[in-house]
């Protein structure tokens, strides 16, 4: 652990693999695989990170985030919570692939039960390639995660000189360096040759504001997100319920719509049980309650405006505190 000696912030950075840890054969090689190179390697390239913080590296996991799941998440929220009670460290950043990371920042947003920062950063670039885009964006996350003005924001990702709140940003393109977006409510912040300027604050509750904050439920119920297309059919819906799914998330069409079988057999799988949330499977805009699908009617859950993944999440946390589908909506309206 860092020397309790040292004047300047103290931050761990908490690796799991991804791109940004990734080694190709050939420096435009596009193949490489994710995960190869020890945090230690990635801290000892960037000796400017010792001009902003006294950093500390461990090593979780070495994983491309594909591979994310449920134990894992615990895993890292638990290290999370330990080391965030410790008073001399002021915050946390977490090395992530980017397929995954918008999950794991909000997972991490609606259990890490303080208000010191944690920031995700990644790499769409290995960090043996070209340009590698890891290093610049490794030492912004930690410029971040010591800045005074991060506290109290939620779990934040920072990616590309640019700061997003966990709930709000989505993966948006395969390739491009500036694939991050929060579509809906815009960056939280954005880093200009070093200056950090915040815009705003979360509009919803998150970290140590949420009911679910410092509880790691294991095992987490099922959870299983379709996505809705043109000519869908019901029997996906009787198959998730029938390999275990105690909560459905829906990618529906436009506003959280589907074809009327599948409404059907959703309806249905509501009757007996589970709780079944409408999303969308656009990337912007939120999915209204009772507008063009009955939710009162039928049971559903109208997710807002989260996305069919980050509905997955809090669905699973919400299924281990109620089976109600109202109390549930009042959950998705807060978080």
């Known amino acids: 652990m860092p020397s309790a000696s040292s004047s300047r912030p103290r931050v761990v950075v908490l690796a799991t693999g991804g791109t940004i840890a990734g080694e190709s054969a050939h420096a435009s090689d596009p193949s490489y695989r994710a995960g190869s190179l020890p945090i230690g390697s990635l801290l000892e390239a960037i000796p400017q990170l010792s001009e902003l913080a006294e950093v500390h590296g461990e090593q979780i996991a070495s994983i491309g985030s594909q591979d994310m799941h449920d134990a894992l998440w615990l895993r890292i929220a638990a290290r999370v919570n330990t080391l965030i009670t410790m008073d001399d460290i002021d915050g946390i950043v977490i090395t992530h692939g980017t397929d995954t990371m918008e999950e794991t920042a909000y997972f991490l947003n609606l259990v890490v039960a303080?208000?010191?920062?944690?920031v995700l950063t990644g790499a769409m670039r290995p960090a043996t390639g070209l340009s590698a885009d890891g290093p610049l964006n490794l030492y912004h996350a930690v410029a971040v995660a010591t800045h005074a003005e991060a506290r109290d924001r939620?779990?934040?990702i920072v990616?590309?000189?640019?700061?997003?709140?966990?709930?709000?940003?989505?993966?948006?393109?395969?390739?491009?360096?500036?694939?991050?977006?929060s579509v809906n409510r815009g960056p939280m912040g954005a880093i200009h040759h070093g200056d950090i300027r915040f815009f705003r604050r979360p509009g919803h509750l998150h970290t140590h504001r949420s009911t679910f904050a410092g509880a790691l439920p294991d095992p987490m119920p099922r959870v299983d997100v379709l996505f809705a297309h043109a000519n869908m059919r019901g029997d996906l819906v009787d198959a998730a319920i029938k390999l275990g799914a105690e909560g459905i998330v829906i990618a529906g069409v436009g506003n959280g719509n589907m074809m009327t079988a599948a409404r059907d057999a959703l309806a249905l799988a509501a009757e007996q049980g589970a709780i079944v949330v409408r999303s969308t499977r656009t990337e912007g805009g939120a999915v209204l309650r009772n507008v063009e699908i009955d939710d009162d009617a039928l049971g559903f859950v109208a997710s807002v405006g989260l996305s069919p993944q980050k509905a997955r999440i809090l669905l699973k946390l919400a299924l281990t505190r109620t089976r109600d589908a109202a109390?549930?909506?009042t959950l998705f309206g807060s978080y």
Do not use: Y
């Open 114 to 118: 303080s208000d010191k920062p944690v």
């Open 154 to 156: 939620g779990v934040l």
């Open 159 to 181: 990616m590309n000189d640019v700061i997003h709140a966990a709930r709000d940003v989505m993966k948006t393109h395969t390739l491009s360096v500036q694939t991050f977006e």
């Open 327 to 329: 109390a549930i909506q």
